[in-house]
């Protein structure tokens, strides 16, 4: 079968590629792709759920070659380029954890110009990118087609929560300890792009937000498929 294309956003905000993958995470890899393929031959929406560094952006990149390798269009795009304008912040909370559950995201926008038009029903006609979460550049304007048979496959914090949960065709929920997430996120983020104390960041702001929506939402609870991503050597798919 001929590899189909992948596609990612514009956005500067970009995974960097993964390093060759142990034998062990291929074969997880492959079994999630078969469990999202067999989600029917239309158009499907995945979402890739789980905290800040669980891994999510690694494995949607490592997704999408599958799924690509199997014959299937694949778009890639990052909730993270649907946050409201850090300009706007003064307006609502956004940097307590609370208030980034609440604020940070445009929901109804991932609805309109994401979720929606890819659905089975929509046009086909996706923003892959509205807000360039680095730049804070608006992309609105770069359309990208999603065509009858391909697969959307969405990365994000909370994108399990009520306003975004029916909007996907298959939900996958990344899991690891707070913790090592905690951990991976201080080690990973540059403190001179976002400006905040990486502790402060990740532990008063992003791991406080996961904790207020995984007492309001459970995300465990509605994913299809729980991968164990803890050691990305030889992660452990629990769920189904």
Same mark, same amino acid.
Request: contains cysteine.
């Given at each position: 079968?001929?590899?189909?294309?992948?596609?990612?956003?514009?956005?500067?905000?970009?995974?960097?590629?993964?390093?060759?993958?142990?034998?062990?995470?291929?074969?997880?890899?492959?079994?999630?792709?078969?469990?999202?393929?067999?989600?029917?031959?239309?158009?499907?929406?995945?979402?890739?759920?789980?905290?800040?560094?669980?891994?999510?952006?690694?494995?949607?990149?490592? #997704?999408?070659?599958?799924?690509?390798? $199997?014959? +299937? &269009?694949? !778009?890639?795009?990052?909730? =993270?380029?649907?946050? *409201?304008?850090?300009?706007?912040?003064?307006?609502?909370?956004?940097?307590?954890?609370?208030?980034?559950?609440?604020?940070?995201?445009?929901?109804?926008?991932?609805?309109?110009?994401?979720?929606?038009?890819?659905?089975?029903?929509?046009?086909?006609?996706?923003?892959?990118?509205?807000?360039?979460?680095?730049?804070?550049?608006?992309?609105?304007?770069?359309?990208?087609?999603?065509?009858?048979?391909?697969? #959307?496959?969405?990365?994000?914090?909370? $994108?399990? +929560? &009520?306003? !975004?949960?029916?909007?996907? =065709?298959?939900?996958? *929920?990344?899991?690891?300890?707070?913790?090592?997430?905690?951990?991976?996120?201080?080690?990973?983020?540059?403190?001179?792009?976002?400006?905040?104390?990486?502790?402060?960041?990740?532990?008063?702001?992003?791991?406080?937000?996961?904790?207020?929506?995984?007492?309001?939402?459970?995300?465990?609870?509605?994913?299809?498929?729980?991968?164990?991503?803890?050691?990305?050597?030889?992660?452990?798919?629990?769920?189904?």
């Amino acid at each position: 079968m001929e590899r189909a294309q992948v596609r990612v956003s514009v956005s500067t905000s970009q995974p960097a590629t993964p390093p060759p993958a142990t034998p062990e995470r291929r074969d997880v890899v492959a079994r999630l792709a078969t469990h999202v393929l067999a989600a029917g031959p239309g158009r499907l929406r995945v979402a890739l759920d789980g905290r800040t560094a669980a891994g999510k952006s690694t494995l949607g990149h490592e #997704l999408a070659e599958h799924v690509a390798a $199997a014959g +299937r &269009p694949v !778009l890639r795009a990052s909730l =993270d380029d649907y946050k *409201r304008p850090w300009a706007e912040r003064h307006l609502y909370d956004r940097a307590s954890g609370d208030g980034f559950y609440r604020n940070a995201f445009d929901h109804d926008q991932i609805r309109a110009l994401l979720l929606d038009p890819a659905g089975p029903d929509g046009s086909g006609d996706v923003v892959l990118c509205a807000l360039d979460a680095f730049a804070q550049v608006d992309r609105r304007d770069v359309v990208d087609h999603l065509p009858d048979d391909g697969v #959307l496959l969405v990365d994000g914090v909370f $994108a399990l +929560r &009520p306003e !975004l949960v029916d909007g996907w =065709d298959v939900r996958i *929920r990344v899991e690891v300890p707070p913790e090592v997430a905690l951990e991976r996120g201080i080690r990973r983020d540059d403190p001179t792009w976002s400006g905040a104390d990486p502790w402060e960041l990740h532990h008063d702001r992003y791991a406080a937000a996961e904790e207020v929506y995984l007492r309001e939402v459970d995300p465990v609870r509605l994913a299809d498929l729980v991968l164990d991503n803890t050691d990305p050597r030889t992660p452990r798919l629990l769920h189904p």
